[in-house]
């Protein structure tokens, strides 16, 4: 229950940020260029809270259902105007002011993003770097012939310095190509080409665990398998396992590593295991039954223990990535450009049918990886808040009627043709749409609905 609820807080201050950021687009500029803005809302339908603020008494408001938000404006479309406000209506602002006004709402969004990425980038952040793992056979890593311990060095010629960046650029490249080029080296120095092949992730999409699928899993340095601590009211602790305990073998099978001790509980939520010790030089068995978890809608055992902080292994599996200001902010501006185009790349690609819809995630989904990065701390929090600024900006600026690009098409075509679209015609387009947009509500529900089944 307490994980639910961090996931549920975790979520709703990103879509509170996203939501307040991205009208406050709209807001800022309306009031920049003249226009009376009459409420500023929060979500929609029944207020639950309200204020008048500003010298032209705006209600600002925190409407019941939290999926969104609006700015409503004066505007003669939506009803009688006082007179004194006439000037400052919506629509009788010029094509270029309406489009700025529109457009400021999705730029609010890209701009948080860069605002973020910079802030990051500038102060740096310590992340792990991009060592690999022994591959399971059969794997496209393992037929790329990765061995355990390589570092990835570039990625088809291009540097990089973290295991984010590398899941990053292999995501980017598997839109484009089968195939890409890692360039590694191993702990004797040696450096070698590793042809993988993507085609296990380029249809099926990333969501999931799709590292996995390509056989790729970050390195972990071998731990001795010694209980360093036990969690009170665990299932470690109500076993009778003490700190300072080391296994030797669970259900019969010998334990080298710390890693072995992790494969063999996680494999068996809920069922009784047998654990061989040392303790202080006597050998003992004990009997621990590993509490079954839910994980991203599979189950796994935990007994809750922690193994021995080695602080050199840390520092030889992380990296602080850190830049100067200018050219952090030049980093940001990049990656809030690439992450952009590779988003609308996507959708392209999803509409003529060469990347799987699956890929699209719905709000369960979302906060699920709200949750997940909350927990890894406030940078991974931070970016995954970027992330899904660019995709909130990228969407709203599609040219389907009802969103902002809808009405950016509008007044374009006001433009070319210099004169409004009729009515008739934006009702139409609003019904097509609203059609449109529903069916991609679907989508999303339906892959979020299946995710949570299949794990």
């Not at 975790?10 to 003249?34: D, K, P, S």
């Not at 069922?271 to 189950?299: C, F, H, I, K, N």
């Not at 200018?326 to 790349?345: D, I, M, V």
Request: glycine content about 10%; aromatic content about 8%; proline content about 5%.
């Amino acid at each position: 229950m307490s994980t639910f609820i961090h996931y549920l807080v975790a979520f709703a201050i990103a879509l509170a940020v996203l939501v307040v950021v991205h009208e406050l687009g709209h807001f800022l500029v309306a009031r920049w260029v003249g226009v009376k803005v009459l409420r500023f809302s929060v979500g929609f339908g029944q207020p639950l809270w309200r204020r008048r603020f500003g010298r032209d008494g705006t209600e600002w408001v925190i409407a019941a259902f939290p999926l969104g938000g609006y700015v409503k404006m004066v505007d003669e479309r939506e009803g009688s105007v006082a007179v004194e406000d006439l000037p400052r209506s919506f629509n009788r602002r010029p094509v270029g002011q309406r489009m700025a006004i529109v457009a400021a709402g999705p730029v609010a969004n890209l701009v948080l993003a860069t605002l973020i990425y910079w802030g990051l980038f500038w102060h740096g952040t310590e992340e792990f770097r991009p060592l690999l793992a022994a591959p399971p056979a059969m794997s496209a890593a393992a037929a790329a012939g990765i061995e355990d311990g390589e570092l990835v060095r570039k990625v088809d010629g291009a540097p990089v310095r973290s295991w984010q960046e590398l899941r990053w650029m292999l995501l980017r490249d598997a839109a484009e190509s089968d195939s890409v080029e890692l360039e590694v080296i191993n702990g004797r120095q040696e450096i070698a080409i590793r042809r993988l092949s993507l085609s296990a992730v380029r249809e099926s999409g990333w969501d999931g665990e799709a590292f996995d699928r390509l056989g790729l899993g970050l390195h972990r340095p071998s731990l001795p398998p010694v209980l360093a601590k036990v969690m009170r009211n665990s299932a470690a602790a109500a076993a009778g396992l003490l700190p300072g305990d080391e296994i030797t073998a669970i259900d019969g099978l010998e334990i080298r590593t710390w890693a072995d001790i992790v494969a063999a509980v996680r494999a068996a939520p809920g069922r009784a295991l047998t654990v061989d010790l040392q303790r202080s030089g006597q050998s003992m068995r004990m009997t621990v039954t590993p509490a079954a978890v839910d994980e991203r809608g599979r189950e796994v055992g935990r007994i809750g223990v922690a193994a021995i902080d080695d602080a050199r292994a840390r520092a030889d599996m992380t990296t602080v990535v850190s830049h100067p200001p200018l050219p952090a902010l030049a980093k940001a501006l990049r990656e809030t450009w690439e992450k952009s185009a590779f988003t609308l790349r996507m959708i392209g690609k999803m509409i003529v049918g060469e990347v799987s819809w699956r890929n699209i995630s719905g709000p369960v989904t979302i906060a699920d990886y709200a949750g997940q990065s909350a927990q890894l701390g406030v940078d991974y929090y931070l970016k995954f808040l970027a992330l899904i600024s660019i995709s909130l900006g990228v969407l709203n600026l599609l040219p389907i009627p009802i969103l902002d690009g809808g009405h950016l098409l509008y007044y374009l075509i006001e433009i070319i043709k210099r004169g409004p679209v009729s009515e008739r015609t934006m009702e139409v387009g609003q019904r097509v749409g609203l059609a449109l947009l529903l069916m991609l509500m679907a989508f999303a529900f339906y892959n979020d609905i299946n995710r949570l089944f299949s794990g």
